[in-house]
């Protein structure tokens, strides 16, 4: 009997004490999608929830757990849905752009660094038809969303949750005639910043028109076609993905900011508490 316990309590430790039933198992969702879902699991990892497989990288997954000392529950879910589960949830790994949309980006614990691998590779993009890079209001718009104005009033406003890629200091065309841009962008942050840059863009002859949509396919359909000038609201990797899989000819004409996944507190206020 003794060896038996002795056994049994050996097994308790290597689970971790929640699994025998002497602690609580704290749930973590995180986005269901392959890269947001890999990008959470390297954020936990930085953070000693848990360890992954080495040199998994963008690539881990749920399977690649090498170490769950907490006996942490991973509940992976739609990316959008993370935000409204959190009363559900003692922590989420949530997108900045869903953090900021949900307004609760001043209650993030900690991101991804500014230096990863992931916030290098997911940068937000403006992006046009490819042939149109090098027109006026093309080039003067991205002149405007890289320019020290609009990238500090992105590092000002989004609370780390939105960060800018950094000022560069590009040259402006002449524009003799007005020229207006239609540009499809997801609500927050990208149509904020749009928002923002429209008057300064206003000063150089060009005039924004702002078309705000809430899926991920009709932006790029729409430059593609034509009905839009440009678009800003996706990442490269996933602009690349889409061109392959619907035959597409869309082009990033300047990187301007990228969204950090952060973890965000739910019924459980602190990693102190999962940790203590």
């Not at 038996?4 to 430790?13: D, H, I, V, Y």
């Not at 025998?20 to 990008?39: E, F, H, L, V």
Request: charged share 15%; glycine share 8%; aromatic share 6%.
């Amino acid at each position: 009997m003794k060896k038996f316990l002795s056994l049994a309590l050996a097994l308790c430790l290597a689970l971790g004490l929640a699994a025998c039933g002497g602690g609580k198992q704290y749930q973590i969702g995180i986005p269901a999608d392959a890269t947001n879902g890999a990008r959470a699991l390297l954020l936990l990892q930085d953070q000693g929830i848990l360890t992954l497989k080495e040199g998994v990288g963008l690539s881990a997954t749920e399977r690649d757990i090498a170490e769950n000392p907490y006996n942490v529950k991973i509940v992976a879910m739609e990316a959008a849905n993370l935000p409204v589960s959190l009363s559900d949830l003692d922590f989420a790994v949530i997108n900045g752009n869903y953090a900021s949309g949900a307004g609760i980006g001043d209650t993030v614990l900690t991101t991804e660094d500014a230096e990863s691998v992931a916030a290098k590779t997911y940068g937000n993009v403006l992006s046009v038809k490819e042939g149109r890079e090098a027109e006026p209001a093309i080039q003067a718009l991205v002149a405007v969303l890289m320019s020290a104005d609009v990238q500090s009033w992105i590092q000002a406003n989004y609370n780390g949750v939105v960060m800018p890629m950094g000022a560069q200091d590009l040259s402006l065309p002449e524009i003799a005639e007005p020229v207006t841009l239609k540009v499809g962008a997801s609500p927050s942050p990208h149509a904020e910043i749009l928002q923002y840059a429209a008057p300064l863009l206003a000063k150089h002859n060009v005039t924004l028109d702002i078309v705000e949509f809430d899926d991920y396919v009709m932006p790029n359909t729409g430059v593609e076609d034509g009905s839009l000038d440009a678009n800003y609201f996706q990442h490269q990797p996933y602009l690349d993905d889409f061109n392959a899989q619907q035959g597409t000819h869309i082009v990033s004409v300047g990187t301007v900011h990228y969204e950090p996944m952060g973890l965000y507190p739910g019924k459980t206020a602190s990693l102190d508490e999962l940790k203590k």
